[in-house]
């Protein structure tokens, strides 16, 4: 089991609770009301980015919860994922995060943080400047940074769906030592090129939209072809097969009602230029998977039109611990939001596991 320490922080810790001060090892017993604690972290000087770039005065927005002194899992998510981790605060990842699911609460503490690049608390592009490239090895850095400052020697596992998956592996790559295992979904050591194909023409769109100041729109266009790609063609038949009905002067299809409704939800909450920034970052992600040597489950859905099995499969051929587990899904990519009850026997033996 891995117990925080203190060591000496990088920057200023701006948070509700008092900073960690000296601990001492003991056991981890379970809390009726997991703690929370958060912060913005502002980290001094120049960050030095992987594709060229610098960033100076770069603040970083994280959240912790669960009991004092328990296991520290880390959870990243997709590019609209944030600090905001848990049931019962509004968490991305409530079906997985929380009292009685796979990330118990009542027995791990679970950290999140915002995205470098993101429409969170962590520094991101301002409208109508420009912003450098970023990568997932630089998101890993961040991640490095904030677990010195919270004084976490080693993180039990790193947890990552889709954008995050890629996140622990480059963080598995770079600093092997500080966490305990990965468990990636849904993520692969380098993106499949179709995929690519599809965000470059959603990165397109918002881009054009941008230079008419139309950015929401542009992003509400976007987001509604993303989600045509991370849902399974079962799942979309099934739910919107129904005819067309007519509004005014043109017909209004089932599943362009549906895909639009969604690109306005996230418009509403996303910034179109984090969306370019994050979506352009999982087009760079490059790993490599001969130099992950901790243990790593990847997880695959048979139905995932953005990571295929065989990508996974592969990657997982190539790393010097890895497990590869395949699943079904009607959910497609999104099943890593989903699948919490089928996959909470592959969470408990990761975690668990010595």
């Not at 097969?241 to 002067?249: I, L, N, T, V, Y």
Request: aromatic residues 8%; neutral net charge; charged residues 25%.
């Amino acid at each position: 089991m891995n117990e925080p320490v203190l060591i000496a922080p990088e920057g200023r810790l701006h948070e509700e609770a008092a900073p960690i001060g000296k601990r001492v090892r003991a056991p981890v017993l379970p809390s009726a009301e997991p703690t929370v604690r958060e912060g913005v972290l502002e980290i001094p000087g120049e960050l030095a980015l992987q594709h060229g770039g610098r960033l100076r005065g770069v603040r970083l927005g994280w959240r912790l919860v669960g009991p004092a002194n328990a296991p520290v899992v880390c959870a990243l998510g997709g590019i609209s994922a944030g600090r905001y981790v848990c049931f019962g605060d509004g968490g991305w990842w409530s079906d997985f995060a929380g009292p009685a699911r796979p990330l118990d609460t009542h027995r791990y503490r679970v950290l999140g943080f915002d995205y470098l690049g993101g429409s969170g608390e962590t520094t991101g592009p301002p409208a109508a400047e420009p912003f450098p490239s970023i990568s997932s090895y630089d998101q890993a850095e961040l991640l490095l940074r904030l677990l010195n400052h919270l004084g976490i020697v080693a993180l039990r596992a790193i947890a990552g769906g889709s954008y995050g998956g890629m996140v622990a592996l480059a963080f598995g790559e770079r600093y092997p030592e500080r966490a305990g295992r990965l468990i990636v979904l849904c993520a692969a050591d380098r993106p499949h090129p179709l995929a690519t194909a599809w965000r470059s023409v959603q990165r397109e769109i918002v881009r054009l939209t941008l230079e008419s100041g139309r950015g929401a729109d542009g992003l509400k266009l976007a987001r509604a072809l993303a989600m045509s790609t991370y849902r399974s063609s079962e799942e979309l038949a099934a739910r919107f097969s129904g005819p067309p009905a007519q509004e005014s002067d043109r017909f209004v299809f089932p599943i362009e009602r549906y895909l639009l409704a969604r690109g306005r939800d996230y418009a509403a909450r996303h910034r179109p230029e984090s969306f370019v920034c994050l979506s352009e970052s999982i087009d760079l992600h490059r790993v490599d998977a001969s130099r992950i040597f901790i243990p790593t489950i990847a997880i695959a859905v048979r139905e995932d039109q953005l990571v295929p099995v065989a990508d996974v499969r592969g990657m997982v051929a190539r790393l010097g611990a890895g497990r590869f587990h395949e699943i079904s899904s009607i959910y497609g990519h999104d099943a890593f939001l989903k699948e919490s009850q089928q996959l909470r026997g592959v969470f408990a033996a990761a975690l668990e596991s010595n």
